[in-house]
């Protein structure tokens, strides 16, 4: 099976996976230039692998939520390519890719809940529970299981004494227990092809490329005019 | 390369999503999808509802578009994207999708100055049946913008003259609009309403017009062929103030003339004056504004009077469009130019001068 994957709810990344090996991957190290380096990480992955788009068995594309601008950069780029190439395409909840890396890495112990959680930016997090399933082989376990998310809100409102896997662990330590090994993690492509195959293969269903903003668009409806000057 | 380039442009740089395609001069589909509905009960452009409406219609307009022309992706040959300026996050949605194309498909990418490809637009549909004339100039008035530019020549030498330094046209319309409870778009409100009134009942202002800013024609003032809209939209809220604390019923359609008329005689005097003293004899109106009705009308008879021949391309190809991109995409194809690569930026303010950005990586 091979995927192209693309998260960019926080940094830009790409991943291009043959079953569960890594075959390329790029990670970009801000969150705020995604439309100038998505394009050019996807189309040197495919080169350096020999990989034309219509070898790909699918796109996977990580649909957040994170913040909007970034997120829709990698949605848009993600089903362009699915248009061209006639690929089928798939969305990802962004966090599943942190719960996947987590429990892989024997960062949360089998079985357990744990909390996954990002930065929202306005000092808030977007965060979801899970449970860890019963081994580290995502191929017998399959995927953590979401138990509770995606929301947004304040550190202080999470599940009290919960293991935090994820950036909102370093951002805010006095609200929540961080996993150390996880507590500058940001969503990464790899983590959510690998959570894209194991839902695959566990016969799981998985997103549409629908975003998970979360968060209206602040925009307000102007109220009656009071006074004209106003 | 066939000797007319069949070129996809693609825009988003405000609330439409546009995608056009043409065969050099030769206009083959102008496929565009609005997020204006879901902007009127905000009463102007939230952009953050703009880009969310981009990520939608993309991939839909661009089926759409490849399907009313009857060309396929593989024919195409070369992509054309609005780079700025604009909404930065609008921006960002094009730029992206267009990147991705360009990747998928293997074709060069051109990242274009949205204002210039306002003026490009002129080469479709049979507006100048000559081509582009000598010694031409744009008057473009919109929501989002509003200039006059001296075009040399579209590819290489576009000048930006004057600009406003506030509030946009078309902003100026919504804003007012706003406050006589006309509804948005302010523009065709204000116009239907403004029919009726008096366009000398009030004496609202023409802002940037004194002689400090103005200058002479040999030592030009600081904005002299400048406009500001700001000022007006709070002179209207201070007429409306006035009748109401009088107790008076609000003469709305006088309010609305006077407005439209303060508006478009300070567009079209400044826009002659730069044109005047810029050799300009040909000079293309363009933006959502220019269906204006009395905008067009006062450029018309100005213009004449000056000896200049104005032109106002169908209204289609005036508001923002994925063919206007297409076309001037197509003219920098047949200008030489080298494409942009897709590692360039958005550039939500991209100045007239910078045409089509460059290739970062061969410069
Ligand atoms: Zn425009």
Known sequence: MLLLALDTSAAATVALLADDTVVGRFSSGDTRSH??????????????????????????????????TGLRAGLVTA?????????????VMSLDALALAAVAA????????????????????????????????????????????????????????????????????????????????????????????????????????????????DARVPGPRKRATA | M??????????????????????????????????????????????????RAHLEAFVPTLR???????????????????????????????VSAAKALAVATGKPLYAINHL??????????????????PNLGALLVSGGHTEILRVGDLAHDVEL?????????????????????????????IDRVARDGDPRAIRYPRGLSQPKYMGTAGEPGPHRYDWSFSGLKTAVARSVEQHEAAGLELPVADIAASFQEAVVDVITSKAVLACREHGITNLLLGGGVAANRRLR?????????????????????????????????????????????????????????SIALPDRNHQ
């Open chain 2, 116 to 133: 210039v490809a306002h003026v490009g637009v002129g080469v479709l549909g049979g507006t100048f049946p000559e081509g582009l004339p």
């Open chain 1, 106 to 217: 024997g960062a949360v112990d089998a079985g357990s809940t744990f909390l996954v959680g990002t930065d929202a930016r306005r000092g808030e997090v977007y965060w979801a529970s899970y449970r860890a399933g019963g081994s580290q082989d995502m191929d017998v376990a399959g995927p953590p299981e979401l138990l509770d998310g995606p929301h947004v809100g304040a550190a202080g409102t999470l599940p009290p004494g919960v293991p935090l896997v994820g950036r909102a662990a370093s951002l805010y330590p006095s609200d929540v227990v961080g996993v150390p090994a996880f507590a500058a993690a940001d969503p990464d492509a790899v983590s959510l092809g690998r959570a894209a195959r194991s839902r695959i293969l566990s016969d799981l269903p998985l997103l549409d490329t629908t975003p998970l903003y979360l968060r209206e668009s």
């Open chain 1, 35 to 68: 439309a100038e380096v998505l394009a050019p990480a996807i189309r040197q992955i495919l080169a350096d692998a020999g990989v034309t788009g219509a070898d790909l068995d699918a796109i996977v594309a990580g649909v957040g939520p994170g913040p909007f």
């Open chain 2, 297 to 353: 009308e006062l450029a018309a008879e100005r213009c004449g009077a000056a000896g200049i021949t104005l032109t106002v391309p169908a209204p289609s190809l005036c508001t923002d469009n994925g063919a206007m991109v297409a076309a001037l995409g197509a003219q920098i194809v047949l200008g030489g130019r080298r494409p942009s690569g897709i590692t360039f930026g958005t550039d939500p303010s991209l100045p007239v001068t």
């Open chain 2, 64 to 94: 759409a578009a490849l399907d009313d022309a009857g060309v396929t992706l593989g024919e195409i040959d070369a992509i054309a994207v609005t780079a700025g300026p604009g909404l930065s996050g609008a921006l960002m949605v094009g």
């Open chain 2, 161 to 189: 003259l004057g600009s406003t330094i506030d509030d946009a046209a078309g902003e100026a319309y919504d804003k007012t609009a706003r406050i006589l409870g006309l509804g948005y778009p302010g523009g065709p409100a």
């Open chain 1, 79 to 91: 089903r362009t390519l699915s248009f061209v190439w006639d690929v089928p395409l798939h969305g």
């Open chain 2, 2 to 51: 066939s000797a007319q380039p069949l070129v996809l442009g693609i825009e988003s740089s405000c609330d439409e999503t546009g995608v056009g395609i043409v065969r050099g001069t030769e206009l083959l589909t102008n496929t565009v999808s609005s997020s204006m509905d879901e902007h009127v009960r905000f009463g102007g452009v939230i952009p953050e509802i703009a880009s």
